[in-house]
């Protein structure tokens, strides 16, 4: 891991749905991942894994707290400018694929690149770059029809990174795949993670999050760190008491 800021920096950081009554979906956390850290975020459904994911993706704003991304304070940006961060520090990969069944490997991936204002000439040489990255240099034009679902992942994963994003942000990777598709895009993560990328893999899967060099689960909104073998009733006993509102810290 380099030194610097973490890429990662919650504090405090908790989000509430309004209402009567209000819906807490994240209660105020502390969490710190480092750069080069792999880490697995688990929990049940309705546990608020996905407000966590939303939040760290910029996707949504927390009610409470401070979140620093690249020790960049997020709170006071307006939308534009969460909009330019999200786009050149986080790389998006989700369950399903989203790619684009007329275009090509490459040009799905070259695609990522429009809103960088990257010039068109280079944004083929990058997307293959980011296609040999992930062991796909011999599909660059084929199109996702003729694609396994694990090669389509992983096209999705090279256009996550083809803008070389500080953080890469996993919803479910491997949910749609089948166990020898998943066990392929596993080693891959396994492989960015070695060559010092920082990961966050979001998941209800054990198997998966067992990969990951760290883990922390979510239950009623709690976060806190173990996972895969922690002991359920634990996490639940030390969780801070719903009305108190205080928070857990995993760094």
């Given at each position: 891991m380099t030194a610097g800021p973490p890429v990662i920096a919650l504090s405090g950081v908790g989000r509430t749905h309004p209402g009567h009554p209000p819906v807490v979906a994240l209660r105020p956390c502390d969490l710190t991942v480092r750069r080069g850290e792999y880490l697995a975020v688990t929990g049940p459904s309705g546990s608020g894994k996905s407000t966590l994911l939303h939040l760290l993706g910029l996707l949504d704003t927390p009610t409470t707290g401070r979140y620093e991304l690249d020790g960049i304070d997020t709170g006071g940006l307006r939308d534009r400018d969460r909009s330019t961060l999200r786009g050149r520090r986080i790389g998006f990969?989700?369950?399903?694929?989203?790619?684009?069944?007329?275009?090509?490997?490459?040009?799905?991936?070259?695609?990522?690149?429009?809103?960088?204002?990257?010039p068109p000439r280079a944004r083929r040489a990058a997307a293959?770059?980011?296609?040999?990255?992930?062991?796909?240099?011999?599909?660059?034009?084929?199109?996702?029809?003729?694609m396994s679902g694990g090669e389509r992942q992983r096209v999705a994963i090279a256009r996550a990174l083809v803008n070389r994003p500080s953080l890469l942000l996993c919803d479910e990777p491997t949910g749609n795949l089948?166990?020898?598709?998943?066990?392929?895009?596993?080693?891959?993560?396994?492989?960015?993670?070695?060559?010092?990328?920082?990961?966050?893999?979001?998941?209800h899967d054990p198997a998966v999050a067992a990969r990951a060099a760290r883990r922390v689960t979510i239950r009623d909104g709690v976060l806190a760190e173990g996972g895969a073998g922690t002991d359920a009733a634990a996490l639940v006993d030390t969780a801070p008491d719903a009305a108190a509102g205080t928070g857990t810290a995993v760094s």
């Open positions: 990969v989700f369950q399903s694929f989203h790619l684009l069944a007329h275009r090509t490997a490459a040009e799905n991936v070259a695609l990522a690149q429009v809103y960088h204002r990257t293959l770059e980011a296609l040999h990255l992930v062991g796909l240099g011999h599909r660059t034009d084929a199109l996702p029809g003729t089948d166990s020898a598709n998943a066990e392929a895009v596993l080693e891959r993560f396994d492989a960015l993670h070695a060559q010092g990328y920082t990961l966050v893999v979001i998941t």
